[in-house]
């Protein structure tokens, strides 16, 4: 019975010593703080006075709820490491500012922290891993300067930012929500971002009217519901955006209680080009970019047949010299293109057709045509003789582009009838194997005409051999 007895005496004790030296700490904690009261009965650490270098700030002093660390509370001080109970809602300015020693401040589970101050821990250079409460909605002037290198969390979605908040630190990891006020300063900064919660793959994306693009988000858990700001500009069902018009639409998507952001730019469809040129005979394609394998649901036509023709697939050929607008109607709309249709010719030679400059007979060339045989090249014989010229007999021709031969031909016999001191026009056609390359002439930089050898012959008996090597555009 003794033994029972003190078995009993000695818990009983031990439980007063626990509750003595408990009760002794907890006061010996409230003493490490200086205080003043705030209006609503909680109160605001205005100094810490305590030796302790691992510091958990307790959630009341004399009973009264810990709502604010206060102006330079910590400034200076020699504490490691720092806990901030979850009924603080605000640290002020300067509160840890030139804490050297300061690696890390824990924020207990529920914080309702909304504030951090001016230069709240600037200078704490080794404090590199900061994390901020999601309840934060502001923070003030250069609160985490001259920090050095860093990396800063928080899950808060529209914090205000004062000026100069990261001056003379590096944010090397940034994590936080995408699109938060935070993202927008820091992303672009920061080396790496990584991203609280669902996010879009790609922000901004563009679709083509009547085509289709699937927006796409990462990180999501359960559901998605998907929104846009104006259906007539973009639909969006389950994550594929339909183009309506052009214009632009914000589309949403809300997952896990957070709303995620696209910007849709919707572009009217063109035919391109929009303008161009072709020359008679010759052909240009026209696009219309619509989806790959819907091609063939462009219908194609021309306004005037007679100048330019277009085909299934939007070849367009050149007719005749003139302009021509090509349609191209799809998905209901139209869209269009304006062809010019140019002369394939191209002048090669400027010279006098003034006979009485020329004793006897010349030739000269002024333009090269292309033909859908091949070329035809136009010129003058000019007859300074008193007598008419009747004829030319082994006259070579030869067409040049650059230093490319186009064609070649020796005439055998050109009539001519020129009357004396008069100028006669003169036609020579290439065709089948005179033809050596086909090219459209008004994109050829330098066409020559040259010629060599020819007999003249005139009503008198007489004949005039005439071998010209000369270029005649030269």
Known sequence: MKSICKKIVAVVLAFAITVSFSGISAYAAEADYQTSANADGTVTVTKYIGTETAVTIPDTIGGAAVTAIGDSAFYGTDVASVTVPASVKSVGANAFAYCVGLTEVNYAEGSTLTSVGASAFSKCSKYSVVTLPESVTAVGNSAFSN????????????IKYADKVFDSTTVNKLSCRQGSTTDSLLKSKAKSVQYIGPYAVKQSVSVKVSAT?????????????????????????????????EGEATITAVNQGQTVTFKVKVVNLAVKPAYTKVS????????LAVPKGRESEIKWKSSNTKIATVSKKGVVKGVNVGNATIHAEYAGRKYSSVVTVRANQKKVASYSTNAAKYSSGAVGFCEVIKTSSGYTVK???????????????????????????????TVKKLKLNAKAKKTKEITIKFTGKEVKKSVDLPKTKSVKVTRTGGKFYFTKKTTITKTVTKKVDE
């Open 147 to 158: 920090m050095g290198k860093i990396s800063f969390t928080t899950a808060a979605k529209d």
């Open 213 to 245: 693009v699937e927006l796409k988000i990462a990180q999501v858990e359960g559901d998605v519901t998907w929104a846009t700001s104006d259906e007539t500009i973009a639909t969006v069902e389950n994550g594929i955006v339909t183009g309506v018009d």
């Open 280 to 287: 008679v005979g010759y052909t240009t394609t026209l696009k």
């Open 379 to 409: 010129g003058h014989f000019i007859n300074g003789s008193n007598v008419k010229a009747k004829y030319i007999k082994g006259l070579k021709v030869t067409i040049k582009a650059g230093k490319k031969v186009l064609a070649t031909k």
